[in-house]
């Protein structure tokens, strides 16, 4: 007997971008610098091997609560709305935007965390700086035609400045 698995074009994500990091980190359930430890559960896309979980270890939280030292954030399975987990180095140190997880998906559940693509959600920390699309004014929204274009401005910001913009 022959089994075949199709994947629907209609379960694809589909999100138009919603914002920059800090406007983004207002729907958020935890903003936190993390340090990528390790990846687990991974899945085969197009022939590379990409990781659907990573664990992460909390080094400062920004907004919300979480006891653990260490936790789970799982990433895109292919047809969900968040990032493939492979541009998150291990090693690598990040601001991210998480939400609660998801405890209908598979593996998943509501202590883990997820992350989305939808907006500006992951800081890269390199030498002390944030780089990415930060503040609403880093973005701009220009009509032609019907026709609207974001131009994102990526920016650079040191960690102490931006413990003095956040405030949530």
């Known amino acids: 007997m022959l089994n075949l698995v199709l994947l629907d074009p209609a379960l694809a ?11 983004m980190a207002k729907e958020s359930d935890l903003v936190a ?7 687990q559960e991974m899945m085969e896309i197009y022939e590379d091997s990409i990781p659907n979980v990573m664990i992460v270890e909390i080094v400062e939280i920004f907004k919300g609560k979480e006891e653990r030292k260490q936790v789970k954030v799982w990433g895109d399975n292919g047809f969900l709305c968040r990032p493939y987990l492979s541009i998150f180095q291990s090693g690598s140190e990040w601001i991210l935007n998480l939400n609660k997880g998801e405890k209908s998906l598979e593996g998943e559940a509501e202590e883990d965390y997820s992350l989305l693509i939808c907006g500006e959600n992951w800081l890269a920390l390199e030498e002390g700086l944030l780089k990415g ?28 400045a931006f413990r003095e913009e956040f405030e949530y």
């Not at 994500?13 to 800090?22: A, H, N, Q, R």
């Open 133 to 160: 699309v930060i503040f609403p004014k880093n973005v701009s929204r220009i009509r032609s035609a019907g026709d609207e274009e974001i131009k994102l401005n990526v920016q650079e910001l040191s960690l102490s």
């Open 13 to 23: 994500c589909s999100c138009d971008w919603e914002g920059p990091f800090l406007e």
């Open 33 to 39: 610098k993390i340090k990528v430890l390790e990846y």
